[in-house]
């Protein structure tokens, strides 16, 4: 149905799941913050299946562009999280809690998968050992107060880039050159910093590291068969 003014904008509202679209008829798809959703409600399956039916919808040379959060490259790799403690209460309503009472919280609550981890002091500071994949999963939704409930359903790091890139490849895409991970600046200042602190072991010393990508733009080609 028109509903634009622009006589070539249509909008239509249909199951992001169904192929809604003639095979090759398509220049682009763009999924913004869309098959994070799909794979947290549906299943794995579903969005593969999603993207195979996009690949069949789009024309030769079309692109699916995925704008969406991204899990880290080394997801097991072991860290020590430090939480602020001083930011709010050490329990009570989710709104008014520490990032650190947060975590508790986050633990208990989170649906995908167990989240386990093991506390340890050191020179006098208190420190949460966990895997990175799981440091990121808490720290992507420790903001998301007013709807904790609905987000503790849905996984944001199941995915790193690379298997976010494989998994097209596997539809039949083809990756192209520029995609990449990022950090949104806004999260990492007004979310991530004074609140939480990442750090490794080498050797016998802890040090900081860098808070993993936020997001990523992966760009699929449909090429031609030869």
Request: aromatic share 14%; glycine share 6%; no cysteine.
């Amino acid at each position: 149905m028109q509903e634009y003014a622009n006589p070539f904008t249509f909008f239509y509202r249909r199951n992001v799941t169904a192929q809604n679209f003639k095979e090759n008829t398509i220049n682009t798809f763009i999924y913004s913050s869309v098959l994070h959703e799909v794979y947290s409600y549906i299943g794995e399956q579903a969005l593969r299946e999603v993207l195979k039916k996009t690949h069949a919808q789009l024309d030769v040379g079309g692109h699916i562009i995925i704008r969406d959060v991204v899990g880290p490259r080394d997801p097991q790799k072991v860290v020590h999280m430090k939480l602020a403690d001083d930011d709010g209460k050490p329990d009570g309503d989710i709104a008014e809690l520490s990032t650190k009472a947060k975590f508790y919280r986050f633990v208990n609550d989170f649906k995908p998968r167990k989240i386990s981890y093991t506390e340890e002091t050191v020179g006098g500071e208190s420190f949460i050992i966990l895997s990175l994949q799981d440091a990121y999963e808490y720290m992507s939704k420790m903001t998301y107060v007013d709807n904790w409930e609905s987000e503790m359903h849905e996984e944001f790091g199941f995915y790193s880039i690379d298997k976010w890139a494989a998994t097209l490849m596997d539809a039949g895409f083809v990756i192209v050159e520029g995609s990449r991970t990022f950090h949104n600046p806004y999260i990492i200042e007004n979310r991530y910093k004074g609140k939480v602190l990442l750090l490794a072991k080498y050797g016998d010393e802890l040090l900081p590291i860098p808070y993993p990508p936020t997001n990523m733009i992966l760009v699929g080609e449909k090429p031609v068969v030869v």
